[in-house]
DNA sequence: CTTTTATTAGCACAGTTGTATTATAAAAAT
DNA sequence: ATTTTTATAATACAACTGTGCTAATAAAAG
């Protein structure tokens, strides 16, 4: 959070102080705002790989999973802005619950209708490899984000398909 | 970072600012002890159940593992401490590398002795194997700490034996 | 054309922060 | 015994922060 600062934003944006605060009253709103935003470019890119139909079904899930992976510059910015919000936030327990994710859900309703088109292995535990895919995505995102020499895009988009194809059959 | 300010540090030690300047005469220096006792007091752990012989290997990686989790209320204390800290740390780039966690080669390593006890997998890819099961750790740790009503010790222990479970044979 | 609203700029205020300075007491060393 | 080092406290300072307030200006509505 280090630049998120009213008068930083104020600047970057080329606005003063009180042309700022006529759109954003608080602090708060404005942070919420920049959160909403990322989470709405992410959900619209990958609502865009959902509906283009010119990729068979695994590898459209394979897609998606790696949209949620910062493997390039645009979304390891957006990761880094989410990122930091979501431990702000988390300090100021007031209505952090309703600012979630999301993420946990969607990498369950993708594995269940990966299941519905018999792409997994049977003997899975979806439940069980849901939290493990979540937590792999999430952990190597978090990897890339503090140690981006070693775990690089190429790195982790490698480490997701060989992860998603030990679920796969 | 909240009430890490060298005020609020000093209070909750009982000093003055001035005494408190006496042993740590910069924030820096004094986040950087944190920092430090919290890695020592983690390897010490490690390094105990390391040198307890009675488990079996197998058990005892297992172990070794776990404690790297914050399964119980004092680790979630010492990975919120962790956590904030990197990610402090991380935005002065100056010097960073060098405060390094040391996870990455510590999996690595216990994957290694592990499979010249023969305990892993023969057809593992053990780089890939090492960067997953890095990223599961610190995916699931994440979730403990930002949904800890959903992610909660029990479960990240389950979830973390059923994936150690997956490569050993 | 007048009035109302939207927008912008600038300043002030009060609080917090890291750090520097100075004074004083206690302990250790000489 | 006196000098030096260590420890503690209190205060000061400059910078930064979020937010409130006021006035001016542009745009829109009536």
Redesign the pocket.
Known sequence: MEGA????IAKEAG?????L??YF????ELLMYAMQLVKERATARIAEISANEKWAPKERITKIFLELLPTNQEKMVEMEVWFAFTVYFRHKKDGFDAQHDGIYAAVRKLLDSADQLNLLRKELDKEMEAEKLYAVIDGLALHAYLEPQRVNGEWITKVLEHHLASLFH
Chains 1, 2 share one sequence.
């Open positions: 600062t009213v008068r930083g606005l003063s102080l009180g042309a605060r006529h009253a608080t602090q708060d």
